[in-house]
């Protein structure tokens, strides 16, 4: 017997007037039903933050490569890329809206869009992939 049982049991003993559904309220079938309910929508929310959080990882390793080899990567084959960066923002953010509906305090991941760098842009007069240099600033 589960140690819940027994408990119950010496308080059924104890006080014969107190019924074992008092002790154990039975839910309804519509609790159990919201339950399960709340449940699932629990579940798809961590699949959803898990998701968001595999993104923002893969997405820092990416932008965090030094320039040569980011822009080697980027450039080695520009339709390939610019596919999948879509596909990786349409993704996010629909991810990142589901995260943000539901609201629950324990998902605040959300998944990056677009580029990683501000200085990296794409000129599409060579259909490449470029890292735009700083402005210096203006010696006194």
Same mark, same amino acid.
């Given at each position: 017997?589960? &140690? ?23 839910? &309804? ?6 339950? %399960?309910? =709340? ?10 933050? #898990? ?7 893969? #997405? ?27 596909? $990786? =923002?349409?993704?996010?953010? %629909? ?5 943000? %509906? ?5 998902? &605040? ?13 794409? =000129? %599409? $007069? ?15």
């Amino acid at each position: 017997m589960k &140690t819940k049982h027994i408990i119950a049991l010496v308080f059924l003993a104890i006080i014969p007037c107190t019924s074992a559904q008092e002790i154990f309220p039975q839910k &309804t079938t519509l609790q159990q039903d919201a339950q %399960q309910l =709340d449940a699932g929508i629990l579940s798809v929310a961590e699949a959803l933050n #898990h998701t968001a959080t595999i993104l923002k990882i893969e #997405h820092d390793k990416i932008w965090s490569l030094p320039d040569e080899r980011l822009l080697a990567l980027l450039n080695a084959n520009v339709a390939r890329m610019i596919t999948i960066s879509a596909a $990786k =923002d349409a993704a996010a953010t %629909q991810i990142n809206a589901l995260l943000t %509906q539901l609201n629950l305090p324990q998902y &605040t991941t959300r998944a990056p869009v677009g580029f990683g760098r501000t200085d990296v842009k794409f =000129d %599409q $007069k060579t259909n490449l992939f470029v890292i735009i240099p700083k402005e210096k600033e203006p010696e006194e």
